[in-house]
């Protein structure tokens, strides 16, 4: 049993038409993504050709792309094993796009795989380092779609045209997968739903590895069922990046190696006989956290949910860091800074959200109460008594 490095180093000298792309690929390939790429992969304005994994590895330079991004050593071995291989070190990649907007309060960044068959894969970058990317995962729960999520279509239908229009060198066949992890799941999704219908009528897959779902009247927007049965989501047993507005249960659970929140890092991923490891059904202590946590967001005003997100983000902004590499190698005086910007919140905020805090846990107490569980002497039981659901709760 392995992650996607070991997955890498173990199916790496086959080529794709040994063994077909499948869902560990996708991983892999939203993985790289969130390399930075910028002195290396041409724009849609340059108009220089695709580049190869392994080209990139042979510039002296190369290492740079691994700056300013969590799992720094996890990045590399994947980059340079993936580089070498002749799976994926002969995949090349254009129109790469990087666009960090704070006063809108947007982090995109997009690129797109060209595969050795013809295929191309649209993969977009989820959450980055920068405080301003973390804003915007929190603004999902806004009923408007944001700029980052018009930013994915945009690119999906220009990058769409300019595959089969550009590089005549490779046979394209004009078939497309897309994918993401994290908020770039959620940028997959939305594009390939909003997309022209021609360009939607091209995607073969559309990957969401644990990444959040969408406000009903968004989806409702948008063309959800004609991508329906071309949608595959993979989270960890324990995801809460995943789950955030997701009302289907059609999603693939995956076994991973982390504990709690850590699961969301794709490094923690089980992978076996090239296939992620299913994970048995989620526990009801989770079931109930998650409908708890969706029902609450969906129960905000808009005007609620502007004042809860813009004033945490203001604390945390008082910290003086523009990502979370500055907040961990100074972290004693970011969080003073932090704590002294909350205690300036003025007296009616302040009261705003303890309100919306308190409305979210008498949703989850009543839902528990609704589901059975029942509480004594200061612990919580399931009627069924589930000793895994206890220790959940």
């Not at 993985?31 to 392994?54: A, C, M, T, W």
């Not at 999603?251 to 090239?274: A, C, L, P």
């Not at 708890?292 to 902004?317: A, G, K, M, R």
């Not at 308190?358 to 399931?382: D, P, V, Y």
Request: include cysteine; hydrophobic fraction near 35%.
């Amino acid at each position: 049993m392995e992650n996607i490095i070991g997955y890498v180093k173990k199916w790496g000298g086959c080529t794709f038409a040994e063994k077909p792309f499948n869902e560990v690929d996708s991983l892999v390939l939203c993985q790289l993504v969130y390399l930075n790429y910028e002195n290396f992969v041409p724009s849609f304005k340059d108009k220089s050709g695709p580049v190869s994994i392994r080209s990139i590895l042979e510039n002296p330079g190369w290492e740079e792309i691994l700056e300013d991004y969590w799992y720094k050593e996890n990045n590399r071995e994947l980059f340079e094993t993936a580089a070498k291989s002749i799976r994926f070190g002969g995949l090349h990649m254009n129109y790469y796009v990087n666009v960090i907007d704070e006063q809108e309060q947007t982090q995109f960044s997009a690129m797109t795989y060209l595969l050795e068959d013809g295929r191309a894969y649209i993969a977009y970058r989820g959450t980055d380092a920068t405080i301003v990317g973390w804003k915007e995962d929190l603004n999902l729960a806004f009923s408007k779609p944001l700029p980052s999520q018009y930013l994915a279509v945009e690119y999906m239908e220009k990058a769409a045209g300019n595959i089969t229009a550009g590089d005549k060198t490779r046979d394209i066949t004009g078939d497309i997968y897309t994918g993401g992890h994290s908020k770039g799941g959620n940028l997959a999704v939305y594009a390939a739903m909003n997309c022209a219908g021609g360009t939607r009528e091209r995607l073969i897959r559309i990957f969401n590895h644990d990444g959040p779902g969408f406000r009903p009247e968004i989806k409702a927007q948008g063309n959800f069922q004609a991508i329906e049965e071309r949608m595959v989501k993979f989270i960890p047993r324990s995801s809460l990046v995943g789950m955030i507005l997701e009302e289907e249960s059609d999603y693939e659970t995956v076994e991973s190696w982390g504990i709690g929140m850590f699961q969301h890092n794709t490094y923690s991923w089980k992978v076996d006989e090239g296939a992620f490891v299913r994970a048995k059904n989620r526990t009801g202590a989770k079931i109930l956290r998650d409908a708890s946590l969706n029902e609450w967001i969906l129960s905000l005003t808009e005007e609620q949910t502007h004042v809860f997100i813009d004033t945490l983000y203001e604390v945390i902004c008082a910290s003086e860091v523009s990502n979370v590499f500055e907040f961990e190698a100074d972290w004693k005086r970011c969080l003073q800074n932090v704590l002294l910007a909350a205690k300036e919140v003025d007296e009616n905020t302040k009261k705003g959200i303890q309100k919306t805090i308190q409305l979210f846990f008498r949703i989850l107490l009543e839902n528990m109460k609704a589901e059975g569980w029942h509480f004594k002497k200061g612990e919580i039981f399931c009627s069924e008594n589930e000793e895994a659901d206890r220790k959940e709760a």
